[in-house]
């Protein structure tokens, strides 16, 4: 159930500048920051984008992550991270297309960033859909309060908007 007041907004923000297909609008990273930052933090699905200070998982490994992993099935401890942040490819197409990937389970994959987000800290999705509940959640899932969610969309021709949607754990 959400309980109000529930943080929302709209965020118009830059194109990326990275070149790397997927890649975090500009602008984006500092507004986390603001609100939902870790000392712990986990990026899922983390593509190119490097933090020194965090662990990086993906399953391509020309991205150079420090964990080379399937992000439904990780190799880490429960509740281990303060933050955790998963931007997975948004469709079977994208996947295909862009990295040469199979879509991957979005439930399976928020169950785990589930399992590994300490109590109190922050599972954060940026993605084309809002997912609030699901039969097949976890126990750890569950435990997820819905605290934030905000439209995310690039100031740059034709865009799509995508939603950030951030939970704390009880």
Same mark, same amino acid.
């Given at each position: ?63 150079e992550p420090d964990i080379i992993a399937d992000c439904t099935q990780l190799p880490l401890k429960t509740e281990s991270f303060d933050f955790v942040m998963l931007d997975p490819p948004y469709s079977p197409f994208e996947a295909a297309k862009l990295y040469g990937l199979p879509h991957v389970s979005l439930t399976k994959a928020i169950n785990e #960033? ?9 599972? +954060?999705?940026?993605?084309? %859909? ?5 039969? /097949?959640?976890? #126990? ?9 969610? +905000?439209?995310?969309?690039? %100031? ?5 908007? /995508? ?8």
């Amino acid at each position: 159930m959400v309980q109000w007041p529930l943080f929302r907004d709209v965020w118009a923000l830059g194109p990326p500048n990275t070149g790397y297909p997927g890649s975090f609008p500009r602008g984006l990273i500092p507004r986390i920051k603001d609100r939902w930052w870790g000392d712990n933090r986990c990026w899922l699905f983390s593509g190119a984008y490097k933090d020194p200070n965090a662990i990086t998982v993906d399953i391509n490994p020309a991205v150079e992550p420090d964990i080379i992993a399937d992000c439904t099935q990780l190799p880490l401890k429960t509740e281990s991270f303060d933050f955790v942040m998963l931007d997975p490819p948004y469709s079977p197409f994208e996947a295909a297309k862009l990295y040469g990937l199979p879509h991957v389970s979005l439930t399976k994959a928020i169950n785990e #960033a589930s399992r590994i987000c300490e109590p109190s800290g922050y599972v +954060v999705l940026l993605h084309r %859909i809002i997912p609030w509940c699901h039969p /097949r959640e976890n #126990a750890h899932k569950k435990r997820l309060k819905p605290v934030a969610c +905000v439209g995310v969309y690039t %100031i740059a021709g034709y865009t799509n908007m /995508r939603a950030l949607t951030v939970w704390q754990k009880q």
